[in-house]
């Protein structure tokens, strides 16, 4: 796999927001599109090099990315020189590596970059021809060759008879009669009528879509989440399943993977037909499409976005009629209300009522100039605190700490236990602080909240709003219950539910007026759904106001929906992106942006072991929950509860419950499970294992499992659902996702994903556990070694050996000791983590407390870990016991977290450690490192004298290795100054310092 292109792409992916299916809809840990589709491609065709590949699929690689046509050959030639790492250079030109262009090729500008050091704009990274470029997803060509090779691997492999060449014209035939099927619908005049000729054109276009994909592989995604596997699978030309437990990923899946590909294609209607359907509307919109009535016709280039937008802006411009009038300010048009929520200070001579204030910026344009920034400046008569708007930087310090407020009339701090007792008592208060509204040259105004303003908030609640239980269990993800809002009701103002109110009885009207047939109404239905919630979840009273943009965002930045103290309430009819029209643009631009061919969806818990054929799925590709990570059911309830008020007639199986189901969700959360972290781990295990177990069954060919979780029980728990389903992993490969390898290092989390690709029923019987130990170790060093110079780190890196690790155990069906106990999973991960560990310090030579920090740094960098796997660390990597680590500072403990500690933390308080031959190495060097901060050269040489004076003193190489683990911050500046003035220093430290400056102790 190119894995380094895959993950430069799919770190873009990230930032990608026109027409990208993450716009659809808001949904939690999605996979990029590139590492899907990269994914797909790579578990469908077989390497070239494997004696055992057919020689159609070489003769495809060869015709497809090896011919003579100038163009191709060099579009798909190996790299000349490999400019990101020695290991396999050079690169030769075989299939192999053709294939791996074709999924993946830096552009030779990227190349000259990376070769020079600069870097190179994400957009222009990936050359041309990449099958996972972004600007790819339509490509006829490429995503032709992409299928063709599928389709020759996947029919060659199953016969011997076929040959490229029939292969080739087979293909060939099949696009063809696609093709034509299409032009032949699509061209028909009133193909939305119910006649004979459409029912036999659009049959012509299913057969021919039917008998290309009865020849192509079929892919399942048991846990599909927003969709993006099915939807790169079927863009492969494959036949593409995805199940999800969870209702609003349904919706979500129908809405990005099956009606665009299905419905979002071209009409041609009749002038009158086109009349009685829009109207006079319809000819306004045609005008801003620049469309025409055309000799009698309207050719519409695509049905489902036309119909979503004319319904989407009736709801719109309905709701608007009847709620504008909440909205208005002085002739301006307001785009903003801000709002505090405000307590009353426990001083009972003051009892002044306190806005909860962070902070009190309202914007800080990271475009302005620091002088334009704009805050709210607090003016304070006895204990009235008032507000004026103020230009400039802002010094106050804000009021609210996490909860407790610093009375700004009489300094009494009130605890946060205090305020929860106030809000559980009376309720809670907000106030309108200031309003942000748009002048009529666009431009944005800021004022303070006027009588008259407040007068049009003098509103009572909405009553139809949903009044369900927010998951009070879950205090990791909703701690509002402890601020009195624990049902969903409570999320919105009164405002905020008064519109809402509105939208929904709207989209209810206009949706049951819709005139086609039932499937596509469905459809347009979910997109006027889908368009709820996304300005849904810009309108409550948890959103979050982004300064540095002025943007409104939704609550769920961290997964969850946190309290806030202040919160900015949008003009849902405003100019915002946020709003009605920004976000019915979203979509739009998402179901325009969409072309290929439909997936299925069904929605069942994905153990069902009966819901395809025993091996009749080619491979199964999927990326389950991450053991604890994410609450989705909790978490979706947010939109279920709502949604179920749009669409329970359409899909009445999976609206017919309160709330989603939790009980048969595979995660591995304690509060669904009496609180308890061991029945937890149990539930994650035996439902993966029953799902994988289902999986095993109905799968004939290859299971591509993401997984993206940083701790070991996580990997033991999926690892042992795995072999327990009597599968075995046979390679794995880490992605990055998120970030770029520089940032990585300063967290522990895990930022990229690794894939582990497993086979069904590979398992031989039983060895010795010293044999397959040996083997483990082998395979983990080289993976290590290899994945260390592709600049992987931390988690990531040891994660990826995991999967090295239990593809030589799970070879067997029984790894027994000496003492006939049987291996578990768990000791395995313990021994490729060491493994791992112990490759990584080859070459350091050093006291234990040095290795175990430059240990400590390469596998999790500077970020927190959780204590547990502290533990297990030291047990298992050097011989240090935890307790000694932090009581020298090495490693500071916070709760149940742990970090590495800086130069600063770790001997900022001393003077004279780290300054002896005899101190442990990192405490030299760290001494070295604030010597150099502080600019004292004279300490800095006495010790560089005393214990680094030769180049290959232990010190130097510490040094090195800290320059390529560190993350960009103070520490990494002083050892790349120590390391470029090298050298100098040494050679400046023989030189005799004066007798009175040597003795300077660093104590003085
Ligand atoms: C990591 S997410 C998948 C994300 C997806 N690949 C994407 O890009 O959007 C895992 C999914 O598994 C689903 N899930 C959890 N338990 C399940 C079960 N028992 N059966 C089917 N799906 C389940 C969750 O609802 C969630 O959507």
């Not at 190119?2 to 659809?24: F, W």
């Not at 039917?210 to 846990?223: C, G, I, N, W, Y």
């Not at 204990?383 to 700490?401: L, M, P, T, V």
């Not at 155990?809 to 027994?816: H, L």
Request: net charge negative.
């Amino acid at each position: 796999m190119p894995i380094k292109e895959i993950s430069a792409e799919s770190v873009r992916d990230k930032s990608i927001r026109h027409g990208h299916i993450s716009t659809l809809h808001l949904w939690w840990a999605r996979r990029p599109l590139p590492a899907c589709r990269a994914v797909v491609f790579a578990s469908l065709v077989p390497d070239p090099e494997d004696p055992a590949c057919p020689q159609a699929f070489k003769d495809a690689v060869a015709f497809l990315l090896k011919n003579e046509d100038p163009n191709t050959n060099m579009m798909y030639k190996p790299y000349s020189d490999i400019p990101y790492t020695a290991i396999v250079d050079p690169m030769d030109d075989t299939l192999r590596n053709r294939l791996m262009m074709f999924i993946g090729k830096f552009s030779d500008k990227c190349q000259k970059n990376m070769i020079a050091g600069n870097s190179t704009s994400p957009k222009e990274q990936l050359s041309e021809g990449s099958l996972i470029k972004w600007e790819n997803k339509n490509n006829p060509v490429i995503l032709g060759k992409a299928r063709e090779l599928i389709f020759v691997a996947h029919n060659a492999e199953s016969s011997v008879d076929y040959s490229f060449e029939s292969l080739h014209r087979e293909f060939k035939e099949f696009s063809s009669a696609i093709t034509d099927a299409e032009d032949e619908l699509y061209s028909h005049v009133n193909r939305h009528q119910d006649s004979s000729e459409v029912k036999q054109l659009e049959q012509n276009l299913n057969n021919a879509i039917e008998a290309f994909q009865k020849r192509m592989p079929s892919v399942f995604d048991p846990f599909a989440g927003g969709g993006a596997i099915p939807l790169e699978a079927a863009r492969l030309g494959c036949r593409s399943y995805g199940n999800d437990i969870n209702p609003v990923a349904h919706i979500i899946e129908r809405g990005s993977a099956e009606f665009p590909q299905k419905y979002g294609k071209p009409i041609t209607y009749s002038e009158d037909e086109f009349n009685r359907l829009y109207g006079e509307r319809g000819h306004k919109m045609l005008k801003e499409y620049e469309l025409d009535v055309i000799n009698g016709k309207v050719e519409i280039p695509n049905r489902l976005a036309w119909d979503v937008e004319y319904n989407a802006r009736i709801c719109i411009e309905n709701t608007k009629q009847k709620r504008s009038n909440l909205y208005t300010s002085n002739g301006q048009k307001p785009l903003v209300y801000y709002w505090a929520r405000t307590c009353h200070c426990s001083n009972p001579s003051c009892n002044a009522e306190v806005p909860m204030l962070k902070q009190f910026y309202i914007s800080k344009r990271r475009t302005a100039k620091s002088k334009d920034w704009v805050y709210l400046n607090p003016i304070i008569h006895g204990n009235k605190i008032d507000f004026e708007i103020a230009n400039g930087s802002c010094f106050i310090e804000g009021w609210n700490n996490r909860g407790n407020i610093t009375c700004p009339c009489c300094g009494t701090v009130t605890s946060a236990d205090q305020i929860k007792e106030e809000f559980n008592n009376t309720g809670i208060i907000e106030r309108l602080l200031a309003i942000i509204e748009e002048d009529e040259k666009g431009i944005r105004q800021y004022r303070v909240a006027s009588d008259e303003d407040l007068k049009v908030y003098e509103l009572s609640k909405s009553k139809s709003l949903p009044s369900e239980q927010l998951e009070v269990g879950n205090q990791r993800n909703f701690n509002t219950p402890g601020w009195s809002i624990d049902t969903f009701d409570g999320l919105f103002n009164n405002r905020q539910s008064q519109f809402l109110d509105e939208f929904l009885t709207q989209i209810n009207s206009v949706s049951s007026l819709l005139q086609f047939d039932d499937n596509y109404n469905r459809a347009i239905k979910t997109y006027l759904a889908i368009l709820f919630d996304k300005v849904l979840c810009r309108n409550t009273s948890m959103g979050v106001w982004h300064k540095l943009q002025e943007t409104v965002e939704h609550p769920f930045g961290r997964q969850a929906i946190p309290m806030v103290f202040d919160y900015p309430e949008m003009n849902p009819f405003s100019s915002l992106s946020g709003a009605c029209y920004g976000q019915l643009d979203a979509i739009l631009l998402f179901l325009e942006s969409e072309n290929s061919f439909p997936s299925y969806f069904a929605n069942t818990a994905s153990g069902e072991k009966n819901q395809f054929e025993a091996k009749s799925i080619t491979a199964v590709i999927t990326d389950p929950p991450y053991y604890d990570a994410i609450a989705y059911a909790d978490l979706s309830d947010f939109f279920y509860v709502w949604l179920k008020k749009i669409l329970s007639s359409d899909y009445e199986l999976i609206f017919s419950t309160p709330k989603t189901p939790k009980k048969d969700e595979c995660t591995a959360l304690k509060h669904h499970q009496g609180n308890s972290e061991s029945e937890a781990k149990i539930h994650f295990e035996e439902k993966l294992t029953d799902i994988f177990d289902a999986i095993e069954i109905q799968t004939r060919d290859i299971v591509s499992i993401m997984f993206a979780h940083q701790s070991t029980e996580a990997w033991t728990t999926l690892c042992s659902s795995i072999l327990g389903a009597r599968m075995n992993i046979t390679g794995s490969w880490p992605m990055d996702t998120e970030v770029s390898i520089a940032l990585k290092a300063s967290m522990a989390t895990l930022e990229s994903s690794v894939t582990v690709a497993c086979r069904p029923n590979e398992r031989k019987g039983y060895e010795e556990f010293k044999v397959v130990e040996q083997a483990i170790k082998d395979k983990v060093v080289k993976e290590v070694e290899k994945l260390y110079e592709l600049g992987f780190r931390g988690a990531d890196l040891l994660t990826a050996c995991f999967g090295q690790a239990v593809s030589e155990f799970g070879k067997y069906k029984v790894v027994e000791k000496a003492n006939g106990d049987r291996v578990t999973v768990a000791e395995l991960l313990d021994m490729a983590r060491q493994t791992a560990f112990d490759t990584l310090l080859k070459g350091i030579q050093a006291d234990e407390m040095t290795r175990f920090y430059i240990g400590w740094l390469q596998m999790n960098g500077m970020g927190e870990a959780d204590h547990d796997d502290v533990t297990q660390f030291t047990r298992v990597g050097v011989n240090v016991e935890i307790h000694d680590v932090i009581q020298e500072g090495l490693l500071i403990q916070k709760g149940n977290k742990n970090h590495l500690a800086n130069a600063e933390e770790h001997l900022g308080s001393s003077k004279s450690q780290g300054t002896q031959p005899d101190h442990p190495l990192i405490d030299q060097v760290h001494r070295a490192m604030l010597l150099n901060r502080k600019q004292d050269n004279v300490g800095l040489l006495k010790l560089i004298r005393d214990c680094a004076q030769t180049s290959d003193a232990q010190f130097w190489r510490l040094l090195a290795s800290l320059k390529e683990t560190l993350p960009a911050g103070e520490d990494l500046n002083d050892v790349q100054a120590l390391l470029r003035t090298a050298d100098y220093l040494r050679a400046k430290s023989k030189e005799s310092i004066a007798p009175k400056q040597m003795n300077i102790s660093f104590d003085e």
